[in-house]
């Protein structure tokens, strides 16, 4: 029975209103009420402590919970800066990787520019002996042609890569005449008596003569008399000894000076007989190159 039932009873039995059993029922009564009340509040207290006790579970497992998310907070930032470092490692695989690919270009270009140098070498090499060769046989005639040269009946010299013996004509041959004279005949006898032993080389002759202008029946112009001693030349070598097919004759007449034609110095050097080594174009660079075009491949 509820405590506040119980208080007017209580009242009424202390008045004397109420007989003595009924009052010791009404005493049970408050007494039960009392210890359910103690009974309650003891469980209230053990419910308020539970309750605190899960408050402070609660509150703990707050702090656990907002720990975490800093846990997690971190380990997420740790996680973009993981996933920046891989970016950036996978950008730099990349550029590795393009280095790579550039060096592995690099040096097959390297391989093909040592095997290009090689051959470059080997050809320049090859120049090289043929130049040794040519200054060698240049040196030859010019020891052979010695005597030559001293009595002044003859010049060896390179003009546009070719070797040139030059002869005056003024030794040769009267003025305006193509006949060789007997000295002129031995001076080119003697000539020819070296250049044969050259094998299997052409030369050609050339006739030239200073401006002074020539108008005869036989010789119109400087042209045919140029023309006429370079041919009487090729004559006289070819009976020394010389093969007439590694000869011919061209004639340049005045329009080729060595020297000016304002003194007589000059005019004098110009009247020559120019016997030229004609170069093997078979040995000169290039020269398969020219005959693939000219074959057109």
């Known amino acids: 029975m509820p405590l506040t039932r119980l208080l007017p009873l209580l009242a009424l039995t202390l008045a004397g209103c109420v007989a003595q059993s009924k009052f010791d029922d ?29 408050q402070k579970r609660a509150a703990d497992l707050g702090t656990e919970i907002e720990a975490t998310r800093a846990n ?11 996933e920046k470092e891989l970016a ?11 280095e790579l690919a550039q060096l592995m270009k690099d040096r097959t270009r390297l391989k093909e520019s040592t095997q290009q140098l090689k051959e470059a070498l080997a050809e320049l090499s ?46 040769l041959f009267a003025s305006g005449s193509a006949k060789l004279s007997k000295e002129g005949e031995q001076a080119v006898s003697e000539v020819a008596k070296v250049l044969k032993n050259l094998k299997k080389r052409r030369f050609q002759v050339e006739g030239h003569t200073d401006n002074v202008p020539i108008k005869t029946a036989q010789y119109p112009t400087n042209w045919e008399l140029a023309a006429a001693r370079a041919l009487g030349v090729v004559k006289a ?38 016997i030229v080594l004609v170069p093997d174009l078979s040995s000169l660079p290039g020269f398969s190159e020219l005959e693939n075009v000219v074959k057109g491949k």
């Open 126 to 171: 090859k120049r090289k002996a043929e130049a040794d060769r040519r200054v060698a046989q240049f040196r030859s005639l010019l020891a052979k042609f010695k005597s030559l040269i001293d009595a002044g009946k003859l010049q060896v010299k390179i003009v546009d890569g070719r070797m040139v013996l030059a002869l005056p004509t003024d030794v």
């Open 72 to 82: 997690v907070a971190k380990l997420e930032a740790e996680r973009a800066e993981k």
């Open 237 to 274: 070598m070819d009976r020394a000894g010389m093969k007439g097919s590694g000869l011919s004759a061209a004639s340049y007449g005045e329009y080729r000076p060595a020297a000016t034609n304002k003194t007589e110095d000059g005019r004098k050097e110009n009247r020559r007989i120019e």
């Open 26 to 54: 009404l005493k049970q009564q408050y007494d039960d009420a009392q210890a359910e009340l103690a009974e309650r509040d003891k469980e209230v207290k053990s419910l308020q402590e539970a309750l605190a006790e899960e």
């Open 88 to 98: 950036h490692l996978g950008a730099e695989e990349t550029r590795l990787n393009d």
